[in-house]
């Protein structure tokens, strides 16, 4: 059974989940549900949603393309309405409020600079009434673009930009921080420039940031906290090692990963295992032909053709494998992941 073929048979279920007190500091938000208007498709994106992150931390929402990310954030800062659920800021209920008052800034994909600003009039643009004009420098000199103060956007590079993006939205004094792919259209140079820039906000914002990826690696790295969107409904959520290594239902582990889960039928169950955990032995449980090898670097990925399906595993790139090779394959029980196939829920 391939991956497709597993998450088509298993359907998906809206998750519940328990916080913390939303009085305390941070944004709550619970049974979040928006469906687009007949004209844009009527289509439900969010299916109540719910998930906290405390002050000082950084929830990563990650999810295919078209999970309805964005359309999170959106309505997360009051750019588009909710049809049902509570937003809650710092004990502050939101959900009635216009975007204006709730305090939130969201950095989109786009720098959406003001082209004809220097990058100080940018940032000076951002000030609340009665800021320090001294905050300019401080938060330039924070996020590195303080050499760029008196250069127009195009004069930057796209790294340079977010990060006066970046810096614009926290002199805007917000009380909560959303990030929509702050990183998606930057080089892979620039991406870890600007991750750990982000990655620094933590020490500077106090805060709660959502930062939204379908990279499941740049949302490891940045989380304190890892939700998995699909399909507008929340799978898991969790500190990120544990969804990765446990998640809690068969599209969550579909959606992290590269290459994603191998997905075997087992009778009424479906067997779960990462690439990383599969094992090439001498004697193996299992075994198959070589369907194809990839190299990607210091690693490798060895694609197995066996009778229960397609097991992708990762192997070092000195060890190369041809085309109709036959290898046998160990899955360790520590490491294996069981789901309900009709459910996709994990199985304990």
Known sequence: MTSTQALSKAESSPKSFTFGNAGEPGLY?????????????????LDGVSFGVASGSTLAVVGPSGAGKSTLLRVVAGLLAARSGEIVLDGVPLHAR????????????????FPTMSVRENLRFALRPGARAARVEEIAVALHVDVHLERKPRELSGGERQRVSLARALLSDPLALLLDEPLAHLDPALRGRVRDATRDLRGRFGGP???VTHDHGEAMMIADVLAVL??????????????YDAPATLRAASALGVPPMNFLQDGPC?????????????????????????????????????????????????RAYARGDAVALHFPPDHVRRFDATSGAAIP
């Open 230 to 243: 699909v399909d507008g409904r929340l799978e898991d959520y969790g500190p990120p090692q544990r969804v």
């Open 98 to 113: 216009p975007a204006r008052l709730r305090r939130i800034a969201l950095v989109f994909q786009d720098d959406a600079l």
């Open 209 to 211: 940031v959502v930062y």
């Open 29 to 45: 938000v619970r049974g979040l549900t928006f469906a687009y208007e007949r004209a844009a498709g009527g289509r439900t994106a």
């Open 270 to 318: 479906i067997v779960g295992i990462r690439p990383e955990r599969v094992l090439l032995v001498a004697d193996g449980s299992l075994c198959g032909s070589v369907e194809r090898w990839e190299s990607v670097g210091a690693d490798a990925y060895v694609h197995v053709r066996t009778h229960r399906g397609l097991v992708s595993a990762r192997v070092p790139a000195e």
